[in-house]
């Protein structure tokens, strides 16, 4: 039996990891966590049974305790009640589903704790892979990723010796977006930005996915958990979402991994460490399918890949600056405070502010992080 803590259950990756542990009968959970939608985390308690539950709002925390009184399930809240669900002794596994900067901390402790991580958390990496890694590898822990992306490249290396690996091929579908200029995303809409052609996913993740700063996102990532510089890292447009990424060898050969596009195969296969399983749901068919098509991207359009590209060569605090600009203006954007195209304009304005140090520690990273975060609510 495998046991599994959840950092971010009610969320898109989290409520799909439990939809997972429910058809799986050696999966179990005993921690659950949540920022502050208590009721979906007091049906997810019900279910499942768990040991412990954290709500990152302690006001929500003390509420959601009171309801779930006559259940089994400990409640703690803030930082402190995640800190302790990442390290409960209890569980094997920690899912790192939880959104933001407020996943590194819970990460470090989870390592620490000797937990493997299923990594769903983009900044942990981006922001502190200096970190993350070399810890793991201190702890003996392992990063499994849950990106369909990272998923991919995970599944190309199985069984391949790591030092054959000539580049990575990073996927990416062009978002809602693709194929039109700067000129066309003057007057987007939210709702335009919200319409993803293939994937079901979270609001921030989605509007990320139209800017292109999810994908340079994923390279910065795939940077530290694969090790491999940038310039062994490509991004290619292949609208139809089946290719999730590739890997090519030194002889030349590519290994690819298709299937369609649903998380929950990425998610199951971190879990298991690697280990397949039967999933159900809608299989490929190439027939139906009869095409798949690559493009390169459109980084004059897209800034979010080359500025992220741009912030991961600068290195250091960098990542983070490129990172907490870009969640505060989604959030701005989301809110219709600011157009489209002004995710950009701060994330530039964010990074030629910013003087880089170089080995920034945990305590450095949120501090610039709220820094970044004031700096662009006082002009916004």
Not at 52 to 73: N, P, S
Request: proline content about 4%.
């Amino acid at each position: 039996m495998k046991k599994i803590a959840v950092l971010g259950s009610t969320g898109s990756i989290g409520t799909q990891t439990l939809d997972i542990v429910s058809k799986n009968q050696d999966l179990q959970v005993v921690g659950l966590a949540a920022g502050s939608n208590i009721k979906m985390l007091e049906e997810q308690i019900r279910i499942f049974q768990p040991r412990l539950a954290a709500v990152g709002d302690e006001e929500k925390a003390k509420e959601l305790k009171e309801r779930v009184k006559d259940t089994k399930c400990r409640v703690t809240g803030g930082m402190e009640g995640l800190l302790e669900l990442a390290a409960m002794e209890e569980s094997d596994i920690l899912v790192t589903a939880i959104v933001g900067m407020i996943g590194i901390r819970p990460t470090i402790e989870g390592i620490k704790a000797g937990k493997d991580i299923a990594l769903a958390n983009k900044e942990t990496l981006v922001t502190a892979g200096h970190i993350i890694m070399p810890l793991a590898k201190e702890y003996g822990v392992r990063i499994l990723p849950v990106d369909s992306e990272h998923s991919a490249i995970f599944q190309s290396l199985n069984g391949e010796n790591p030092d054959t690996v000539s580049k990575l091929l990073i996927t990416a579908s062009g978002g809602p977006f693709r194929g039109k200029k700067t000129e066309d995303l003057q007057n987007i809409r939210v709702e335009d930005a919200l319409k993803h052609p293939n994937w079901a996913m979270g609001q921030k993740i989605t509007i990320d996915s139209a800017t292109l700063v999810n994908k340079g996102l994923e390279v910065m990532e795939a940077k530290w958990l694969f090790g491999v510089d940038l310039d062994r890292i490509q991004v290619v447009v292949q609208p139809q979402s089946v290719i999730h990424s590739m890997v090519e060898f030194t002889d030349g050969s590519i290994i690819a991994q298709l299937g369609t596009p649903d998380m929950r195969l990425p998610i199951q296969y971190a879990l298991y460490g690697g280990e397949r399983k039967f999933l159900g749901g809608e299989r490929l068919d190439f027939a139906k399918l009869g095409s798949i098509t690559f493009e390169e991207p459109d980084m004059e359009t897209f800034k979010g890949l080359p500025l992220a590209m741009d912030a991961s060569r600068a290195g250091g605090s960098m990542p983070t600056v490129f990172n907490a600009a870009n969640e505060k203006a989604v959030a701005l954007f989301l809110q219709r405070k600011i157009g489209f195209l002004d995710i950009y304009r701060i994330i530039e304005e964010a990074m030629g502010e910013h003087e880089v140090i170089a080995d920034p520690a945990a305590e450095d990273i949120l501090q610039i992080e709220q820094e970044v975060y004031n700096r662009i609510e006082s002009r916004w």
